[in-house]
């Protein structure tokens, strides 16, 4: 290898969390070329804060899950940038479809049979050959069978629970909690510690400052140390890796090629799913393809709706809607069929005035391809029909919508029966694409070349690298997750050049 690793030319394809932190980290070690391709027009990804009502929202990650062990918190915490939420999503009030609250007694004890089942959840799903919904509805209904909860009405047991697993499909991204595998459900590892830390009035993309040391990123106008180093609306169409000289062509959507010695793929499984078999040339090994197909990714979508003074009680942190069976007649099979799957609205951080509503499937996927106004109309009539004050027309109004963009196609990852017969993993999606090549001189070995010639050996050179959150084998779906899939290949082509964490100080 005659060249220095500081001329050596790195492309990262996308700029959310683990592209910016890989680039940030290769600019560390020294890697000097170092360019993003980003199809969006901003930084972030699926992080994404808009100014919205008195302050900001993010339309995509919102908390900071977790303290232990969670490199976003690692990072934030030395700032005091993170506040805790408090127990919004523990407190919230559960209201049906004829506008009846349960009282609290009630729904405490529903909320803690599936509290409840989340403590046994880790122990009994290692032994669970079976999807975590059949799991899930086997545990609810045997804990309610018992002697001391046979007083619980059937009825609002079963509205509970259902909208309880929607809850849950919209934690891990399913559409139905049958498609999850119970045993994949493990895989994922909380961090301990407070598991909805906010971003106080600033949101998530002050994470981006953090990485790339820079002060006003929403007016895109200061990169840090990013700057000149992004290339924006510019999508990468196809990725040719089997040159004779072992660099990789990379076609944009703009017309324009451009080679690179590394590539380090940050897109998310989405977009790989849908485009992995016209992206790359030649295609991708078959235990990728496996690893594409086989990894899921679900849609969930948010629904921010700004009212002119907040009309919910102090003490209301929230509300589930609980659909009577007798009252779902009115909306299944209607244009409003798809607000059976907005299953709860909540208070957010630091926006007096705004309600953050959930919703889940394909039900999410077909609100965005709505008219707003029609968006607008079907939570008002959620609002009323379930809640029995006066309800002010709203100021403002916005949702997400991650599934039609085709730079998402969706928002996050999870493991589902087919990962589990497939037999795939984080592990195969993460294995970069290699070239036999001679070991490279390090720094260290190059400065010894006067006095004996080191020994070079075949070894196997990344030229293409995966990162990304799906990537990640134990925090997939999560921001920190997606840092640390980031941080990991840019490490990688450290090691690979034999530069360590001596050398990426050394070089700032
Ligand atoms: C609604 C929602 C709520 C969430 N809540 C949380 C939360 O509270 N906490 C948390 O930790 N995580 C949360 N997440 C998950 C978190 O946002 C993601 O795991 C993380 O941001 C993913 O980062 P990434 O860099 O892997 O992917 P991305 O952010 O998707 O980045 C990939 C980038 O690649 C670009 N791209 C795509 N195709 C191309 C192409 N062909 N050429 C060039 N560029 C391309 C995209 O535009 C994008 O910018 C949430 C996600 C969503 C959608």
Redesign the pocket.
Known sequence: MSKSHRDLKIVV?????????CATKLLEYGFQNVL?????S???????TIPFGENVI????????GEQDNI?YQLASQKDLLESTGPVYENYQCVRSNREVLPDNVANRLKAIVGDSLVSRQMELQHCSGSLGSYLTNKFYEMLRRPENADIDKVLANEFFDNYQKFENSVE?SDSLEEVSGRGYLDYWECEGDI?LNWKDKG?VELLRLLTRSRELETSSDLGVLEQRVLFN????KILWNRNDSRVELQ??NGECCLADHVIV???L??LKE?HLQ?FDPQLPVAKQRAIQGLAFG????IFVEFPEAFWPEDWTGFTLLWREEDLGDIRNTSRAWLEDVFGFYRVSYQPRVLAG?IINASGRHMESLDRNEVLAGCMYLFRRFLHWHIPDPVSFCT?A?YT????R????FRSMDTERLGTGAQDLAQPLTVVAMTPQSPARSRSRSRSLPQQSRCDRPIVQF??????PH?????????E??WREADRLADFYSLNDATAKSQL
């Open positions: 394809i996308g700029a959310g969390a683990s592209g910016v932190a993003i391709v980003e199809a969006e901003r930084l972030g990804g699926r992080i994404h993010d339309l995509g990650a919102q908390w900071c899950h976003v991204a909805l998530f510019r999508a990468v169409k944009l959507s940050t897109v998310s989405g977009v485009q992206m849609t969930v979508n948010k959930w997400s991650w963009n085709p730079n998402f969706g928002s996050y990852s990162a990304g959150e799906a990537s990640s925090y997939y779906s999560t921001v920190h997750g997606a840092v899939a980031g």
